[in-house]
Each structure stands twice: as structure tokens, then as C-alpha cells.
Nanobody, 123 residues
Framework: VQLVESGGGLVQPGGSLRLSCAASGFTFGSYNMGWFRQAPGKEREFVAAIRWDGYSTRYTDSVKGRFTISRDNAKYTVSLQMNNLKPEDTAVYYC?????????????????WGQGTQVTVSS
């Protein structure tokens, strides 16, 4: 099983980034997918999740209206479009896979994790 994130970087406040996660080694289309983030000195927190079929999503309140999660089951990828970025969005972003029926927001309930990609929002 492998999850590989890409697309992180340094961006100014108000800017945009698109994170991607390439999956392999498991039946991607059967798994809910999530994005989490972890800032220095803080716990890993839920950002967004998308159901296995792509027809349902969940977001943490602080990113609603700014971030959009999407997936392509044919390409085994999940993406996170991040707009109007703020300094408080600075963190390492991780994608994760979960094969439970309902989308989860707790990190411990996810089965597979990527290594993370750094997002820094600063002027």
C-alpha cells in the first residue's frame, strides 16, 4: 500500500494550491479518502473527506468554502484544492484511506497514510 502526496509549497496569503495524492496497492474505489494536517506542536487534525464513490464530502469548519476535495477512481487519485489560503493553514498535509462505511474525521480510524507534504502560507 502506498499513498504519495504532492503539490505542497510556499504560497502567499490569499493564494491557492492543489494537493494530490496517488494511491496504489489497495482497491482505491472501495475506500473513503481523507486529508488531515498537522502544524508544529499541534495534533493532527481532520481537514476533509470524500466517500468512496465521490458523492459525499465532509469538511472541517475552518476550510468550508475555501477547500474542495475530489477524487478520480479511474486514476487512483484524490485531490485537495485550497483557495484563499491563510497563515493558519500552514501545516504538513496528509492523505489517508479508510474502508469503513461512514466517512471518519478521527485520524486513528484511518487505515493507510501518506508521508505528507508541507504547505506554508506566508508573505
Amino acid at each position: 500500500v502506498q499513498l504519495v502526496e504532492s503539490g505542497g509549497g510556499l504560497v502567499q496569503p490569499g493564494g491557492s494550491l492543489r494537493l494530490s495524492c496517488a494511491a496504489s496497492g489497495f482497491t482505491f474505489g472501495s475506500y473513503n479518502m481523507g486529508w488531515f494536517r498537522q502544524a508544529p506542536g499541534k495534533e493532527r487534525e481532520f481537514v476533509a473527506a470524500i466517500r468512496w464513490d465521490g458523492y459525499s464530502t465532509r469538511y472541517t469548519d475552518s476550510v468550508k468554502g475555501r477547500f474542495t476535495i475530489s477524487r478520480d477512481n479511474a486514476k487512483y487519485t484524490v485531490s485537495l484544492q485550497m483557495n484563499n489560503l491563510k497563515p493558519e493553514d500552514t501545516a504538513v498535509y496528509y492523505c489517508a484511506a479508510d474502508n469503513r462505511v461512514l466517512m471518519r474525521t478521527t485520524a486513528s480510524e484511518y487505515d493507510y497514510w501518506g508521508q505528507g507534504t508541507q504547505v506554508t502560507v506566508s508573505s
